[in-house]
């Protein structure tokens, strides 16, 4: 499961509407609808009636929507808690090509 399945699906249940929650997503239509199929086979339940147009979160869709929103604002926040340390202390926070050879060089001391 992917956070993105996650904002993807409460997407689709913002807009009620396949297309216009792709445009809001950047993904095409196709790509956002095999995300959900995805999201649904993992969660073992149908998440979506798509039967009606607006289409509609179904009872077992309605309560993962709760939880997944949920789970998307604490990764948002789990995003900018290091941020706003680094900002009170007043340290810049590593580039992530540094952050990459950092890793590297560990990886290869730690393997001699």
Known sequence: MHLRWLEDLVCVA???????AAERRHVTQ????????????????????????????????????????????QAYEARLRPKRSRAKRGTKSPSPRSTHWHCISS?????S
Do not use: C, M
């Open 14 to 20: 913002e807009e009620g509407h396949f297309a216009r």
């Open 107 to 111: 990886l290869r001391s730690s393997r």
């Open 30 to 73: 196709s790509a956002l609808s095999r995300r959900i199929k995805s999201l649904e086979l993992w969660a073992g339940a149908e998440l979506l009636d798509r039967s009606k147009h607006p289409i509609r979160l179904t009872a077992a869709g309605a309560e993962f929507v709760t939880v997944a929103r949920g789970i998307i604002g």
